[in-house]
């Protein structure tokens, strides 16, 4: 299994994106502030950084993400929409969206280290998709742990309209498949489409 040992900071500078998008709340890079920037980019350029940006985001590596591209090609709907929705249903990002971990990295931990619950099943690959109704639980041994007795209390962290949970028992449910509008990423999904249809 690949380890992504990308520096944080520097690529979401590199990608015009705030690092709190990503979960860290304070990271910054000063290491050559405003530097040497192309101003022109190409359309071939575009597209590959808008590619470069979500395989970031989401923490996959190229062999997966272009899986995940055939596969929404071959859904019915906008193939750009039917790819984020399939990145979103990523059980890693769903253990994230859900505030069980602080960032995406933290979440594809605590699923390979078998923490995580699906539907009372014991489930330790980060892209096993969830589906609607699928209900995720922490195993009864990990839900005494100091990181999750923390979220009980109530947490701050808002989830998305197609997620509940529910926080006295550490419960999260799949209530629908996210729509475009749900996800707060800024990009633009049909540069990707483009890169991969040339």
Not at 34 to 53: D, F, H, I, N, P
Not at 101 to 117: E, L
Not at 136 to 144: D, G, N, P, V
């Amino acid at each position: 299994m690949a380890i992504n040992k990308q520096p944080i900071a520097k690529k979401c500078r590199a990608f015009d994106i705030s690092p709190a998008t990503m979960g860290y709340g304070n990271k910054k890079s000063n290491r050559n502030p405003g530097g040497t920037r192309r101003k022109k980019v190409s359309e071939y350029g575009a597209q590959l950084k808008e590619k470069q940006k979500v395989k970031f985001v989401y923490g996959i590596l190229e062999k997966q993400f272009h899986m995940y591209y055939l596969k929404a090609a071959n859904m019915k709907g906008i193939t750009g929409d039917n790819m984020l929705r399939l990145l979103e249903l990523r059980l890693d990002n769903v253990v994230y969206r859900l505030g069980l971990a602080k960032t995406r990295r933290m979440a594809r931990q605590i699923v390979v280290h078998g923490h995580i619950r699906v539907n009372g099943q014991k489930v330790d690959i980060p892209s096993y998709s969830v589906k609607v109704g699928d209900v995720i639980t922490l195993r009864q041994k990990s839900a005494e742990l100091d990181m999750f007795k923390v979220l009980r209390e109530g947490t701050s962290i808002v989830t998305p309209k197609w997620l509940t949970f529910d926080a006295p028992n550490l419960t999260g449910t799949v209530a629908a498949l996210p729509a475009r509008e749900d996800i707060d990423l800024q990009l633009q999904e049909n540069m990707i489409v483009e890169f991969y249809s040339r």
